[in-house]
């Protein structure tokens, strides 16, 4: 997804709307050793713009495996739902933690299907979380 048409003033706004982390997983940008990707909430495959309110912040990971999806299976249900919209909906109310803070839980069906997609409890993902919490840098207060 290339983004060399966002200016460095957009992005700098769209990190701080951020808060300086990924949208779905909550990664925060200083505990990753590469910058967070600006990515297209609706990706510009499917007819998104460049346009702030199209924009979120996304760590590599949730990026890649968002890729163009727009919509997920609920595991439940099993229906395609929209996936989450960080910029439009709440976190919390979507998402948990487990209670060991390293996975991710959907509590919607667009969380469950979020999840899923974006491959949110990856083996890689669930080990760095590990680490967070050793360190005490996690789960984050949202
Ligand atoms: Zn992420």
Redesign the pocket.
């Given at each position: 997804m290339t983004t060399s048409a966002i200016s460095s003033a957009l992005r700098a706004l769209v990190a701080q709307q951020a808060g300086h982390r990924?949208g779905?997983?909550l990664?925060r940008q200083e505990y990753v050793p590469w910058p967070l990707e600006i990515e297209h909430i609706v990706p510009v495959a499917k007819g998104g713009g460049n346009e702030v309110e199209n924009l979120w912040l996304?760590?590599r990971?949730?990026n890649s495996f968002k890729g163009v999806q727009t919509e997920g299976i609920d595991p439940f249900a099993g229906q395609n739902v929209p996936l989450f919209h960080p910029r439009n909906q709440l976190w919390t109310e979507h998402f948990g933690w487990s209670e060991s803070g390293e996975l991710i839980v959907g509590l919607s069906s667009t969380g469950r299907a979020t999840v899923i997609a974006l491959q949110?409890n990856n083996i890689v993902a669930v080990t760095v979380r590990r680490n967070w919490i050793a360190a005490g840098w996690h789960p984050p207060q949202v």
């Open positions: 990924c779905y997983c990664a996304a760590c990971s949730c949110m």
